[in-house]
Nanobody
Framework: QVQVGESGGGLVQPGGSLRLSCAASGSIASIDAMGWYRQAPGKQRELVAV???????TYADSVKGRFTISRDNAKSTVYLQMNSLKPEDTAVYYC?????????????WGQGTQVTVSL
């Protein structure tokens, strides 16, 4: 079993910055993709950014140019640097970790961390 722990959420004013961190631990086989989704009240969970083991990122159009995803494979950790935050970025942010065992991949989720952008 893989445990996923997030940190770094909080309250920030519009235009501000936050950095989220997410670390995987436990019985890890081989971590493939890592990333972040978010869910705002009354909305479906949506992709924010994901990054492959090789470091190739994919971003939602709504965060391109403002958010940067990175990872440290040695620490099994993924980061999300969020700049120029907007009220519409307010959501619970969930970390995902894809653990690859032979030809199968299992996705694990964190418990979520709240990000609130408000005056």
């Amino acid at each position: 079993q893989v445990q996923v722990g997030e940190s770094g959420g909080g309250l920030v004013q519009p235009g501000g910055s936050l950095r989220l961190s997410c670390a995987a631990s436990g019985s890890i086989a081989s971590i493939d993709a890592m990333g972040w989704y978010r869910q705002a009240p009354g909305k479906q969970r949506e992709l924010v950014a994901v990054i492959t083991r090789a470091g190739s990122p994919t971003y939602a159009d709504s965060v391109k140019g403002r958010f940067t995803i990175s990872r440290d494979n040695a620490k099994s950790t993924v980061y999300l640097q969020m700049n120029s935050l907007k009220p519409e970025d307010t959501a619970v942010y969930y970390c995902l970790v894809d653990d690859q065992i032979k030809i199968a991949t299992r996705r694990y989720w964190g418990q979520g961390t709240q990000v609130t952008v408000s005056l």
